[in-house]
């Protein structure tokens, strides 16, 4: 099979990725804006960003086992529908009045209202998150179709796919944004992408293994505790005999070096999420930037991040192995987060090409040897409960991060720097998992 045959078959789900990505980083110039407009600060901004991610925390592990049990692309449609939902609502609370609920008046947290319009934007993060799997049963249906030898380069082609919708989202953004609508246009935009990937889903992707579900025998497969708990058993090829067997969440920690890599995963969630709550209030308030300067910033990052996880990344796999590649990519992130301390613009875009560079380096390299320790048995499992692990991280780091910047300032992003320098310490241990079966 040719790399151009290869690139084929990954192809839609690639696409689907791109489309959620420019759906969701469409509204990030814009959403610091819009909630200081509707009465918050910047402790408002990171709780709203947070809700996601807690509502994420709950969903993602029942809809990665779910996808083992029913399917990826069933579970796909369920989660991307939600996330039409979401958009739906986020569209409505721009129509709606702004009529205070209640005030905040404190020395910690500063003083802010809680509006209708926020309480429904709380209502639609929340939507979009129970059924935000998105992610992880997207990485488990590219580990479906990814063998040893080529793993890390499509989980290099799935980053660069959501880069380049980092890319357009952002500046669509900063386009639409600037017309008379406002808001309005680049939310509408966010609520018709949805639309279309959820048509994606239905006409372009293929099943990628076959459901435990259609596995059982019809008792088996009539006992919802009995369905919940199967995982299937090299379901990869078509022909193979496949064995059922129980599984709880308690026995993915069993499996060899996953319970390290998921501390890894929250720490890196961690360290990125206390950033991106942070920087857009500060860019908005130090930096007085505009939405359009903002959308610019995030899709001058995107690109960079785009050739990074592509021919650098390429040659950096032939030179380096994945685990050395996470060692180096995230001791470039921790001294990035350090010069994003200064206001000087010349240093913030130098830390932007070292964040593309060290993230473009770490994260496909990180995935690619978490889907590796999963197997093929678990991938859905595993992915989920990364996938909340991750949630956690974005709770904390958030919050966190909305709450310190409002305290410190710009200080907030060397607390980034020290979590993403811890893991580049702690990242030394995967050379013994690399050497070990």
């Known amino acids: 099979m040719t790399n151009v045959e290869k690139t084929a ?34 402790i408002v901004y990171g709780v709203l960003s947070a809700t996601y991610s807690a509502f994420q925390l709950i969903g993602a592990p029942v809809l990665g086992r779910w996808s083992d049990t029913f399917g990826r692309k069933k579970v796909l449609l369920i989660s991307n529908a939600g996330t039409l939902a979401g958009w739906i609502l986020f569209l409505l609370a721009l129509f709606l009045p702004i009529e205070t609920v209640f005030t905040i008046n404190s020395v910690i947290v500063g003083t802010f209202a ?14 979009d998150g129970i059924t935000g799997g998105n992610i992880s049963v997207a990485n488990a249906y ?35 944004g600037a017309t008379l609508y406002g808001h309005i246009l680049p939310v509408l935009a966010a609520m018709i992408l949805s639309a279309v990937t959820l048509i994606l889903i239905g006409v372009m992707l293929k099943e990628s293994k076959r459901p435990i579900a259609e596995m059982l025998v019809p008792e088996e497969a009539g006992s919802i505790r009995k369905v919940f708990a199967q995982e ?27 319970s390290f890599l998921l501390v ?11 950033y991106y709550a942070s920087f857009p209030a500060h860019a908005a308030s130090e930096l007085a930037w505009s939405v359009t300067q903002l959308g610019i910033f995030y899709a001058v990052l995107s690109a960079i991040m785009v050739f990074v996880q592509g021919p650098v990344l390429r040659k950096a796999l032939k030179k380096f192995s994945e685990e050395k590649l996470v060692i180096i990519g995230s001791l470039i992130l921790g001294t990035n987060f350090i010069l994003f301390v200064s ?26 040897i978490l889907s590796r320790r999963a197997g093929t048995t678990h991938q859905g499992s595993v992915q989920g409960l990364a ?17 310190l910047y409002s305290l410190v300032g710009a200080t907030t992003f060397l607390v980034s720097a020290g979590v993403i320098f811890a893991v580049f310490i702690m990242s030394f241990r995967l050379l013994k998992t690399n050497s070990s079966p």
């Open 9 to 42: 078959r990954i192809f839609p789900i690639l696409l689907v990725n791109f489309m959620g990505t420019l759906g969701f980083s469409i509204v990030l110039p814009f959403l610091v804006f819009l909630v200081k407009d509707f009465g918050g600060n910047a």
């Open 387 to 403: 996938g909340s692990f991750g949630g956690v991280a974005s709770i904390i780091g958030l919050t966190t991060g909305g709450l």
């Open 343 to 368: 206001n000087n613009i010349l240093l913030i875009y130098v830390a932007v090409i070292l964040f593309a560079l060290g993230n473009g380096l770490m994260w496909p390299s990180f995935m690619s």
């Open 264 to 274: 890894l995963y929250f720490l890196i969630f961690l360290g990125f999420n206390i």
């Open 232 to 258: 299937c058993k090299e379901c990869y090829g078509e022909t193979e005999t496949v064995n059922a067997k129980k599984l709880e969440f308690r026995d993915v920690f069993k499996l060899k070096h996953i």
């Open 114 to 127: 809680i509006t209708l319009p926020l309480l429904v934007l709380f209502l639609a993060r929340a939507i």
């Open 142 to 176: 590219l580990a479906d179709l990814s063998k040893n030898e080529n793993r890390s380069r499509n989980f290099g082609k799935m980053a660069i796919s959501s880069n380049l919708g980092f890319i357009v989202g952002p500046a669509l953004a900063g386009i639409l």
